[in-house]
């Protein structure tokens, strides 16, 4: 069975520091972009940030300067460190796989747009 398992999210201040981790667990042979998605409730879930397979990474404006997307191809893991948070940062957060391709025995098998269950992140005093 395919997981992306979140974790890392939690209460903090302002101007505190998160970091965020997800890790994709079975029979992974490859996965193309992996990303950042937050949702607050009555709102579309939108990207935080996403970093390809080769490093090349896409932050929202809103985080520029304050996220670093950081990934490790040989553990399938992709990190969100996360300083200098605002209230305005509040929101469930979820890890994004685009496309994850794993294997069965000698079968391999896509996955699209697959994702985490998510992990809430609170900044507040």
């Known amino acids: 069975q395919v997981q992306l398992v979140e974790s890392g999210g939690g209460l903090v201040q302002p101007g505190g520091s998160l970091r965020l981790s997800c890790a994709a667990s079975?029979?992974?042979?490859?996965?193309?972009?992996m990303g950042w998605y937050r949702q607050v409730p009555g709102k579309q879930r939108e990207l935080v940030a996403s970093?390809?397979?080769?490093?090349?990474?896409n932050y929202a404006d809103s985080v520029k300067g304050r996220f670093t997307i950081s990934r490790d191809n040989a553990k399938d893991t992709v990190s969100l460190q996360m300083n200098s948070l605002k209230p305005e940062d509040t929101a469930v957060y979820y890890c994004?796989?685009?496309?994850?391709?794993?294997?069965?025995?000698?079968?391999?098998?896509?996955?699209?747009?697959?994702w985490g269950q998510g992990t809430q992140v609170t900044v507040s005093s």
């Open positions: 970093v390809t397979g080769g490093g090349i990474t």
């Open positions: 994004n796989a685009e496309a994850l391709q794993y294997y069965t025995g000698t079968r391999y098998h896509w996955l699209a747009d697959f």
């Open positions: 079975g029979s992974i042979f490859s996965i193309n972009v």
